[in-house]
Nanobody, 127 residues
Framework: QVQLVESGGRLVQAGDSLTLSCAAS????????MGWFRQAPGKERDFVAA????????YYPDSVNGRFTISRDSAKNTVYLHMNSLKPEDTAVYYC????????????????????WGQGTQVTVSS
């Protein structure tokens, strides 16, 4: 059992940077691969970033590659999403998720493979 709580979302201007945090509790954090997803109003939930259980591998879709960075701190049971050069199209509710039972260096991209989800944090990027 894992509980995830996102924080850090706020209103920013285009071109700004912002870091989101996802604090995990209830289970040893290092046993889970982690990911970030986002969902804009009226749209489906899209993959944003993934990091392996070991932290050695990361993966990003083309829409954020080069701008976003996912990282994890096992000592703090926290995963981060650092976002640079934010665009209005990045506006969404951002969710973190945990997926276990995979290899130490594997990343998980599909939302259906994640077992636990946070309740989200709102990021709004103005023009």
């Amino acid at each position: 059992q894992v509980q995830l709580v996102e924080s850090g979302g706020r209103l920013v201007q285009a071109g700004d940077s912002l870091t989101l945090s996802c604090a995990a509790s209830g289970r040893i954090f290092s046993t889970y691969a982690m990911g970030w997803f986002r969902q804009a109003p009226g749209k489906e939930r899209d993959f944003v970033a993934a990091i392996s259980r070991s932290g050695s591998r990361t993966y990003y879709p083309d829409s954020v590659n080069g701008r976003f960075t996912i990282s994890r701190d096992s000592a703090k049971n926290t995963v981060y999403l650092h976002m640079n050069s934010l665009k209005p199209e990045d506006t969404a509710v951002y969710y973190c998720a945990a997926a276990g039972q995979i290899g130490a260096t594997m990343v998980v991209v599909a939302a259906t493979q994640y077992r636990y989800w946070g309740q989200g944090t709102q990021v709004t990027v103005s023009s």
